[in-house]
């Protein structure tokens, strides 16, 4: 065994000294700071050249201090970072992780829990299956239904889609060939990527509104019998990203059914509103589903990273998924029995990412969660109700969820781009243009997407007051 000398000892970078101790109260300083803030700073980015001659080289051979290095955090380099938990960041989806999750995400952070596999986590995944047994009491799935945290909707899409894949590639006859899967224009880009990652085709039902079973069964007609049999999964939206629109839930299961078709359902961002009473009939037909992704990172109020998928027959995407090798086998002895989240998704080593979840549904309970999804919802009606008074600015369509489409009157693509960068720039709200297809062309719109309850009456009308 090597000897250490005095010195090599002081100097390693696991050693507990005063200088490490400090750092600890200072970080622990900033992050009470940032938990328990009500005034955001919207901040924006800066070129790169920019950053870095602000912050200088921060990888050196000997390290720049901790002190030093957390101080150009602080100073320069959050500043250059939008919060997304900002009350007027209504772009993109939005996030605005509860208090208690983002506490224990630090938790989570320095417990070190691997987990891949019960042998070494099981404290951890017993928290993480807690919370997923409420996530998919949502759903309305029979048992055996059961799911994993993952890194987000894209991992979740793809680990779904890789368990649908292969349950398909069971028949013999279905081995050699390319799979394909049908979804709609409306469908997420991540949907449409990770067909890319698996080297299926994609057939798109042409809609950006809500995808039927009409419409679906239509595309089924046109397949000639090679396609047909390529043909293994469909893929349903629980709310677009675009304008919160959700498919014929229960039109799409029918036909999955009788075609023996594998029945996905994109819930990333809607999935939350699963939760919302005033809503949940909306997702009728959900209970049908193969998979689904739901996203805790969105509308379930974790902080980043936490997607979710949720099978109907779990074995399925364990035979999909679990890994081989001889350094694995002691994980699935009997003596090291458990649940294994790695065998139901796409990444082996991976942290126990819904424990801040399960903490803030433990601490707040699940009538919280409700509320403050039905308040996202409350927000984007009182939006669609500004809207409509206000004289400068028309609705394009009705609320969806916590979407809401409009359009300055008079305004072109520039000045929605215009309008967007002034707002940042001034540090006032982070609200992004979209595209909504009228008839054949696509126009330029102004898009709200409501997450964060603290977001106000005061906020929507003065964001609306920037539209002159
Ligand atoms: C419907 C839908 N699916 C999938 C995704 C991808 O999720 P992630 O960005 O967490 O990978 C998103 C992201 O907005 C989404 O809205």
Request: glycine fraction near 8%; proline fraction near 4%; hydrophobic fraction near 40%.
């Amino acid at each position: 065994m090597t000897k250490h000398t005095e010195s090599e000892k002081t100097a390693s970078m696991h050693n507990i000294d005063m200088e490490l101790i400090e750092m600890t109260l200072d970080v622990m300083k900033y992050a009470i700071h940032r938990i328990t803030s009500t005034s955001l700073e919207m901040g924006s980015p800066k070129k790169e050249e920019e950053l870095r001659r602000l912050v200088g080289e921060t990888v050196t051979d000997t390290g720049i201090g901790g002190e030093n290095a957390f101080q150009l955090f602080k100073d320069v380099l959050i500043k250059a970072t939008v919060p997304i938990d900002h009350p007027r960041h209504l772009a993109f989806v939005p996030a605005a992780p509860t208090r208690a999750a983002i506490m224990f995400d630090l938790v989570t952070a320095a417990s070190s829990i691997h987990g891949a596999y019960w042998m070494e986590g099981a404290g951890g995944i017993f928290c993480e299956n807690e919370a997923m047994k409420w996530l998919v009491s949502l759903t309305g799935l029979p048992k055996p239904a059961f799911g994993v945290f993952t890194s987000g909707g894209t991992a979740a899409n793809l680990s779904a889609l890789v368990a649908a894949r292969e349950y398909w590639r069971k028949n013999p006859e279905h081995q050699n060939i390319k799979g394909l899967i049908i979804t709609s224009v409306g469908a997420h880009s991540s949907v449409k990527a990770m067909a890319k990652v698996i080297d299926v085709d994609l057939m798109l039902v042409e809609t950006e509104d809500a995808m039927s079973g009409q419409a679906l069964q239509g595309i089924l007609k046109t397949l000639d019998i090679q396609q047909r049999k390529r043909l293994f999964a469909v893929v349903a939206t629980g709310g677009t990203t675009n304008a919160g629109i959700i498919d014929d839930l229960s039109g799409i299961a029918e036909i999955c059914e009788t075609e023996k078709l594998w029945f996905h359902v994109d819930a990333a961002y809607g999935g939350g509103a699963l939760a919302a009473d005033s809503v949940r009939h909306l997702f009728n037909g959900i209970e049908r589903a193969d998979s689904i992704t739901i996203d805790p990172h969105k509308w379930l109020f974790s902080p980043y990273d936490c997607g979710a998928v949720i099978y109907k027959d779990p074995q399925l995407a364990r035979e999909a998924h679990s890994q081989e090798g001889s350094y694995l086998d002691i994980f699935k002895d009997e003596g090291a029995h458990g649940f294994n989240p790695s065998d139901y998704q796409i990444q082996l080593t991976r942290r126990v990412r819904g424990m801040p979840l399960w903490f803030s549904l433990a601490m707040h309970g699940t009538d919280k969660y409700k509320w403050a999804v039905e308040q996202g919802i409350s927000l984007a009606n009182l939006a669609g109700r500004l809207i409509s008074e206000n004289p400068v600015v028309e609705l394009v369509r009705e609320p969806s969820l916590s979407c809401v489409l409009y359009r300055r009157k008079g305004w072109t693509p520039d000045d929605y781009r215009d309008w967007t960068y002034k707002n940042q720039r001034e540090g006032f709200a982070l609200v992004t243009p979209t595209k909504w297809k009228q008839g054949d062309t696509y126009e330029t719109v102004a898009r709200f997407c409501f997450i964060n309850p603290d977001t106000t009456e005061e906020d929507i009308v003065a964001i609306l007051g920037t539209m002159g």
